[in-house]
């Protein structure tokens, strides 16, 4: 079965400092992969997805297939990037996303 | 363009009732998925709906069904509730395509049962 795990439920950081968000996930095939951020008050969004190679709003992740992860980064954090991060997968022909159980963002001054 | 819409947006059913949670899909996606994300926990998949038929199931129980209309809005249907069933019911609608990716999530109803 699938199955995505983000080993970290908080992270703290401060404004400034560099950010990696870790995901880690169990497929034999070709995943795809993504990320999405919910920010207070507001609705699950897609951050970013691994196909498109996109750097949004300062992020990105790199499907490392020997590893089987798929962390996120951010050289400098910033106050408006706390939130909750949601790794989650999917597979050709497959109808679901998988998330992980998701990461608290916070980011202090 | 609007985005997803549920309703309602807080319900309270006790133990044994039944529950229908409504969902209208964005303009332009013809897909439907619903799913649900018990508190600290990743939301899980529980079906999606392409073109009014069901088109893919996680785990989850018959007592839970769905249905999509041909505007492409969407019903979920739980019945015989349980304290477990608890949880923020996330609908998202999407283009229809390999994989399911690229997701419109609406805010979500949060249910409880007591």
Known sequence: AQRVTQPEKLLSVFKGAPVELKCNY??????E??????????????LLRHISRESIKGFTAD????????????????????????CA?????????????GTRLTINP | ETGVTQSP??????????????????????????????????PQFIFQYYREEENG????????????????SSELNVNALELDDSALY????????????????GSGTRLTVV
Not at chain 1, 89 to 101: D, I, M, R, S
Not at chain 2, 20 to 31: A, I, K
Not at chain 2, 90 to 105: K, Q
């Open chain 1, 26 to 31: 169990s497929y034999s095939g070709s995943p």
């Open chain 2, 9 to 42: 947006t807080h319900l309270i059913k006790t133990r044994g009732q039944q529950v229908t949670l409504r969902c209208s899909s964005q303009s332009g996606h013809n897909t439907v998925s619903w799913y649900q994300q018990a508190l600290g926990q990743g």
């Open chain 1, 89 to 101: 997968l999917t597979f050709q022909g497959a109808q679901k996303l998988v998330f992980g159980q």
């Open chain 2, 57 to 72: 199931r996680g785990n989850f129980p018959p007592r839970f069904s769905g249905l999509q209309f041909p505007n492409y």
């Open chain 1, 33 to 46: 992969l993504f990320w999405y951020v919910q920010y207070s008050r507001q609705r699950l969004q897609l």
């Open chain 1, 63 to 86: 499907l490392n297939k020997g590893e089987t992860s798929f962390h996120l980064k951010k050289p400098f954090a910033q106050e408006e990037d706390s939130a909750m991060y949601y």
């Open chain 2, 90 to 105: 996330l609908c998202a609608s999407s283009l229809p395509g390999p994989g399911a990716g690229g997701y419109t999530f």
